[in-house]
């Protein structure tokens, strides 16, 4: 073997506007941006698709006309799916085009790219069988192999995962789970009987996801026949080679520039001159790969950072405070009976908004003030809030109203 | 009297009280007859030294910008993050530190003292001492020291800038006469810089009456009581102290809402603590807000709270009562001198703060009949009266001194 497996992440939040103090109680078009601001979801979208969604979509479909023996896995988060609908919807036909090849496997997911496996199985669960609902709607399939928000894994989640009824798991393939292991194999979550556990080889996805176009790295230019080569020494050492990534790779991470498209387009061809090797989807992988080992994950995981934790969501009390306030609303929201304020709240779950509040690197003239759509992380906690605010008035009116 | 007046801010630029007095001076000065040319730095991004600021409200009025990014509020730390983001060829034109530029600044401000023909020379705060003094060396008319604060003020007492405060006390000394803010001003003045008491003239600031408009209530006050600190984010205006009572009253009434408004050094500080004590849902932060939008803010807020830890004046409680707002004030400030009937509390004392909070938020008709009291003592609270002070210190107390 091996059998690569090629997974990617298509995500896009609904990003909350300027909001003020003046807004709360006027204003509840909170994602309604129209602006210039790196805040105007439109305008993202429709950025994000013509750099990446199109031209990637284009070269695999051409990937998978030349090569019958490709294979890609998708997870797209319902956020992103309701931004193709609204803005453009040419990139969700291309990826129905894809789908429809029949070599293309949708994974499920949350439906709000969420943090509530942490925080709330119940609305967990509510939001995976949503958006099973939705893909099977929209694509005519039925996901059976699961990924969490940003690869975020531990024991207790696979328990929830398998509860549902999915066959496979992905987590990242971080060192400090692994130990001597290798993430060339599939492994048995701690204590479960079914669900198979695929694990990221952090190595070879991040030297095409981050190092590609990095002009002090030992091995820069990376060339397709390069990794050809890398991929094939897994040969004998493993079965699977997991390349999981986020789709932006090609053409917002990595621009075009860079030659990211060209080395895309040529890899299968380098990887598939080895007899031996082929491309699997993840269901394949788990069919034709039983694990090999039972694998404890009690810490969670995932594959954000240099800690690959969850730090990026929950290392300071801005973020503390704002996710305890997000989730005391639910039952409320839920019991209102509001099917915006509902949908609204389930919109302020996506787990970016928490991401822009992270400290951990912030200081004056901080270089990840780029991936930081708000002034400061302060100032995404204090936007936040204030639309948490307006969210709570609106229940409560709601709520009076019901009992009057 | 042509009075040339040196100041570091005039609204629209301001970021504090500084630039409102100046203004509410300026006007009342300019009503009663006087006429003003008001010299102040601005950072101008072109290779000029002055340029002159249209500012076709006040009559009387001239404003000349000196070319220089000394601004409201500065540090040095703050001066040398400012000089970094400027490209090199605008960097040049200043001085490398806080310290060079307030001395370039006084040269350049004071070559105006030759150009424009004046009676008295009036000089607000330590930024302006250095110029005002050079401009009397070089005209020979008299200074004003207007005190509006003092390095002990700014830092809470928590250790001053001695840079700032030897500017301070050379002012002083070097002035005619010393204009203090308030009674507590010219206490603190006397005490820390060894400035005889009958040099220092007691001139409260005020507001000019104006009919506030109403401008429509927020939904929030359905829902909760609010509470509203307005003022720059920092040491002196005790912010932590506001936070502080704040939770002492949301353990009793959790239908209070505490709003925020203003920027500071300490902003990030005070969320990162209203955060982490828990109480996140019943903080709003605004930033900083001018115009109409204070005013909402003032109309919103069941109660205006200004715990600060040492208040030269205070000119935002007045502000609040003529929006109809009744006022907490901490004891350790200038405007409690002229309007007794608000409420004083110890800064430190949150217990007591917090009690007076609930006191006055759950007893909505003592509240309102208190906000009347405040608000019928504001008349005698004008930019006018205080106009009329300097005009007699101008004429009565400067020839005998000069």
Not at chain 1, 166 to 185: N, Q
Not at chain 1, 219 to 236: I, Q, S, Y
Not at chain 2, 124 to 151: I, Q
Not at chain 2, 312 to 322: C, D, N, R, S
Request: charged letters at 25%; glycine letters at 6%; one cysteine or more.
């Amino acid at each position: 073997m091996p059998s690569v497996c090629f997974y990617f992440q298509v995500h896009q939040p609904f990003r909350v506007k300027p909001y003020s103090i003046f807004e709360i109680g006027e204003d509840r078009e909170y994602f309604a941006d129209r602006s210039h601001l790196n805040l105007n979801n439109r305008k993202i979208m429709r950025k994000v698709a013509d750099k990446c969604y199109l031209p990637t979509n284009a070269v695999m479909l051409a990937l998978l006309e030349r090569h019958p023996e490709f294979r890609i896995s998708y997870s797209i988060s319902g956020t992103a799916l309701d931004q193709f609908e609204e803005f453009v919807p040419e990139v969700l036909e291309s990826f129905r085009r894809l789908v429809g090849t029949g070599r293309v496997e949708l994974l499920a997911e949350t439906s709000h790219h969420s943090l509530a496996a942490v925080f709330s199985p119940e609305e967990f669960r509510t939001q995976v069988s949503n958006h099973v609902a939705r893909l099977g709607r929209l694509f005519g399939v039925r996901p059976t192999v699961f990924r969490n928000t940003e690869l975020i894994y531990d024991d207790r989640i696979a328990g929830l995962v398998e509860d549902m009824g999915f066959s496979g798991i992905l987590a990242e393939g971080a060192d400090h789970i692994l130990g001597w292991r290798s993430p060339a194999f599939a492994y048995r979550p701690r204590g479960r009987k079914r669900i198979s556990l695929l694990l990221k080889n952090y190595r070879l996805s991040d030297d095409i996801a981050f190092r590609f176009s990095n002009r002090d790295w030992s091995e820069w230019p990376l060339t397709a026949p390069k990794f050809g080569r890398w991929v094939d020494a897994v040969n004998g050492n493993g079965n699977l080679v997991n390349l999981f990534m986020d789709y932006e790779t090609f053409g917002e991470h990595q621009w075009r520039d860079t030659g990211i498209f060209d080395f895309l387009s040529h890899l299968p061809e380098e990887i598939l001159k080895h007899p031996d090797n082929d491309f699997v989807t993840v269901s394949e992988a788990i069919r034709r790969y039983e694990p090999v080992a039972e694998l404890e994950v009690p810490q969670t995981i995932s594959w954000a950072d240099i800690e690959r934790d969850l730090s990026a969501w929950r290392s300071n009390p801005l973020q503390e405070a704002s996710l305890k306030a997000l989730y005391a609303l639910e039952r409320d929201v839920k019991s209102s009976g509001d099917d915006r304020a509902l949908e609204d709240w389930r919109k302020l779950t996506t787990s970016d908004h928490f991401y822009y509040m992270c400290t951990k690197w912030f200081s004056d003239g901080d270089v990840h003030k780029y991936f930081n759509p708000y002034d400061s992380p302060y100032d995404a906690f204090v936007t936040y809030m204030n639309v948490i605010h307006d969210l709570t008035l609106r229940i409560k009116s709601r709520t009076n109203y019901v009992h009057a | 009297m042509r009075v040339l007046m040196f100041g570091w801010e005039f609204p629209p630029f301001n970021s504090g009280g500084l630039g409102t007095a100046c203004l509410g001076l300026t006007k009342a000065l300019s009503r009663s007859g006087h006429d003003i040319v008001f010299v102040l730095p601005k950072q101008l991004d072109l290779k000029v030294d002055y340029m002159d600021l249209l500012f076709a409200d006040v009559p009387r009025l001239r404003v000349k910008a000196v070319n220089s990014p000394l601004a409201g509020y500065l540090t040095d730390h703050r001066y040398r993050v400012l000089m970094g983001a400027l490209p090199p060829e605008l960097a040049r034109l200043y001085g490398r530190d806080l310290y060079e530029e307030t001395q370039r600044y006084a040269e350049k401000a004071s070559a105006i003292a030759s150009t424009v023909e004046h009676d008295v020379i009036h000089a607000h705060d330590w930024l302006s001492f250095p110029a005002g003094m050079a401009a009397k060396a070089a005209s020979g008319k008299p200074l004003v020291a207007h005190v509006h604060a003092t390095e002990f003020d700014r830092t809470a007492d928590g250790g001053v800038n001695q840079l700032v405060y030897e500017c301070e006390r050379a002012g002083m000394h070097a002035a005619d006469a010393v204009v203090a803010v308030s009674n507590y001003t010219k206490e603190r003045v006397a005490r820390h810089y060894e400035v005889a008491p009958e040099k220092i003239h007691v001139v409260h600031n005020g507001v000019d009456p104006r009919e506030v408009r109403k401008l429509g209530a927020s939904k929030l006050n359905d829902h909760y009581k609010i509470v509203l600190f307005l003022g720059r984010i920092t040491v002196q205006k005790g912010p932590d102290w506001f936070l502080k009572a704040a939770r002492l009253v949301l353990e009793r009434d959790k239908d209070v809402l505490f709003v925020v408004a203003g920027a500071g050094d300490m902003e990030r500080q005070v969320i990162l603590d209203a955060a982490d004590s828990g109480i996140a849902d019943r903080v709003v932060f605004t930033g900083f807000r001018r115009g109409d939008d204070i005013d909402r803010l003032y109309q919103m807020a069941d109660l205006y709270v200004m715990p600060s830890v040492s208040e030269p004046f205070g000119i935002t409680a007045l502000e609040a009562v003529q929006n109809g707002t009744p006022v907490i004030v901490s004891k350790q400030s200038g405007v409690r001198e002229v309007l007794p009937e608000a409420v004083q509390v110890d800064f430190w004392d949150t217990r007591r703060m917090a009690d007076e909070m609930l006191r006055l938020l759950s007893h909505r008709e003592e509240a309102k009949r208190l906000g009347q009291l405040q608000r019928a003592a504001l008349p005698g609270i004008t930019w006018d009266a205080a106009a009329l002070k300097l005009a007699s210190l101008y004429k009565n107390v400067l020839p005998v001194r000069a």
